[in-house]
């Protein structure tokens, strides 16, 4: 594998050309600066100590604790005393790709689909991988890591199964707190109809068609999976986009709206601050001219 795996720009990381997956280890003394990413992102505290700090708040740090973050998402890392971090990341283009099957899986589902939304939580979901979970995690990101010097196009298999593997260490870890019972096909459903149409505007009538469910009833169901109902399940796939396009391209905050399916930029400009805790314009700004971002702004989404 020639090129960098891993390449910064101020504040913003994202994968080389040269690869799609990820894992390695990094250690910390005093901060990392705040910085996004276009990808999903789980670090897992394999010694030393430190804070997080992301919109979610601040979270003291130990051996064990596991953040994932979904792409878009803004975090640092603050008072670092050897804090060493076991990374690993795959690419959005992968997850919604080779990886859309683990929608259906109750326990992979909710680690990276449903659950990063949940309760308010903006796109990072946290555990704690304890002493053997942990070990077998690790295994698995070396044979990950290992596979940085083989060709992609050989190996490509062979990292997806790595990255699932890990994955399925970090999803029992956070199953021993929700239930497990599989999804209900007609949630996974909505979110596939979302996902492939997002500039779309969906009403509840055309999420449900053909569905053989009355729009109340899938709205309870949907929201008792990813805690939200469909319309604002849909609010939250479009900043994600829209934060990979301020990332990415030159594109207008205005044209960006209007792909995503917002028109109207004063809206696109709520929904978006509402759940990155800036406005469209900041988050580029900040996330791709290297400027310090200040503490969390305190939101509410509607």
């Not at 720009?9 to 003394?29: C, I, M, N, P, Q």
């Not at 705040?34 to 505290?45: D, G, K, L, P, Q």
């Not at 601040?58 to 979904?70: I, N, P, S």
């Not at 792409?71 to 992968?94: I, K, M, T």
Request: glycine share 8%.
């Amino acid at each position: 594998m020639s090129g960098a795996t891993i390449e910064n720009k101020s504040t913003l990381v994202y994968f080389g050309d040269d690869s799609f997956a990820y894992a390695g280890r990094h250690v910390h003394e005093d901060e990392m600066r705040v910085h996004t990413h276009s990808f999903v992102e789980v670090a897992i505290v394999a010694g030393g100590r430190g804070v997080h700090h992301s919109l979610n708040g601040r979270q003291a740090l130990e051996v064990g604790d596991t953040v994932l973050l979904r792409p878009g998402v803004w975090h640092g890392y603050e008072e670092c005393r050897g804090l060493e971090l076991y990374n690993f990341c795959f690419s959005a283009e992968l997850l919604r790709r080779e990886l859309a099957w683990t929608r259906d899986d109750p326990l992979l589902g909710h680690l990276l689909w449903t659950g990063p939304y949940a309760e308010r939580r903006r796109g990072i979901l946290s555990t704690h991988l304890g002493g053997p979970e942990r070990a077998a995690c690790f295994a698995h990101l070396d044979a990950l890591a290992a596979l940085r010097s083989r060709p992609v196009h050989l190996h490509r298999a062979d990292q997806i199964a790595q990255v699932v593997l890990a994955l399925g260490c970090v999803a029992r870890a956070v199953g021993a707190d929700v239930r497990s019972e599989p999804q209900h096909p007609a949630v996974v459903e909505v979110m596939r109809r979302i996902e492939s149409d997002p500039a779309r505007n969906w009403t509840l009538a055309e999420l449900s068609d053909g569905l053989h469910l009355a729009p109340g009833y899938l709205v309870r169901r949907f929201k008792s999976v990813t805690g939200l109902p469909p319309v604002a399940f849909l609010a939250r796939h479009r900043v994600e986009l829209a934060a990979e396009m301020l990332l990415h391209t030159d594109r207008t905050v205005r044209a960006i709206a209007e792909s995503v399916g917002w028109p109207d930029q004063n809206y696109f400009a709520r929904r978006f601050r509402a759940h990155y805790g800036l406005t469209a314009t900041d988050y580029r700004t900040r996330f791709t001219s290297g400027k310090a971002i200040g503490s969390p702004v305190a939101t509410d989404d509607p």
